[in-house]
């Protein structure tokens, strides 16, 4: 079956919405004959509120665009991922925790070439911070939350050679989710993870971008 476009899946939306709407101004004009419209009327009200406040972009209230932007980093310099998401349902989704489902959803249906496309496109720990080079502000910020952008020259030098260690053994870059840890935690891991097969760090690598994602999406803004 082919898939909708974005006009017949906001159609779809709005019929639905519809449909609802005139169901519930049924059941409420029933139950202002019994005394209760005044309850009705603050259980939706309230339910408008909150749906419109937590769940903005989901009610087609932004331009696709605007909806790319705000999720083009959740998984690191990967547009492809919000763009896809864009092809599905998305007026099915009520929590972050159902969009974060999503989003994973679409990167374990990838290839595995564009899992490996996925994970070189993370930065290596500590290195670009030092070398002030081009982050996602939420790569900055977990980064410097583990303290990442205060190394010693001696932690600098121990994180350094255990990432060109990795990288030569496994050809793409460690990564962990950092947020919640400090340096030695994660040089511990790394010296770790080092010693393991290149199909178990590439898995690993999977889960690890799907926590950071799943973090990042708890901190979305919008």
Not at 123 to 132: A, D, F, R, S, T
Not at 197 to 209: M, Q, V, Y
Request: proline share 2%; aromatic share 8%.
């Amino acid at each position: 079956m082919p898939r909708k476009s974005a006009t017949e899946v906001k159609i779809d939306f709005l019929v639905k919405e519809v449909k609802e709407l005139r169901n519930e101004t049924k059941y409420l004009r029933a139950d202002i004959n019994k005394g209760k419209g005044a309850i009705w009327v603050l259980i939706i009200i309230s339910g408008i509120i909150m749906y419109n406040k937590t769940f903005k972009f989901l009610s087609k209230k932004m331009e696709r665009e605007e909806i790319i932007d705000l999720l083009k980093s959740v998984y690191e310099h990967s547009k492809w991922v919000p763009e896809r998401l864009l092809n599905e349902n998305i007026s099915e989704i009520q929590t972050k925790e159902e969009l974060q489902l999503m989003m994973k959803k679409i990167v374990d249906d990838s290839s595995e070439t564009e899992k490996l496309i996925l994970i070189n496109a993370h930065p290596e720990l500590g290195k670009k911070l030092q070398k002030k080079e081009k982050l996602t502000k939420f790569s900055e910020d977990e980064q410097k939350s583990a303290g990442l952008d205060q190394c010693s020259d001696e932690e600098f030098k121990i994180l350094t050679n255990l990432n060109n260690e990795y990288r030569l053994k496994f050809k793409f870059p460690f990564i962990i989710a950092v947020k919640g840890l400090n340096k030695n935690q994660i040089i511990d891991n790394m010296q770790k993870r080092v010693n393991n097969s290149k199909t178990k760090e590439f898995e690993t690598a999977i889960s690890e971008i799907h926590k950071i994602a799943e973090l990042r999406i708890k901190d979305l803004t919008y």
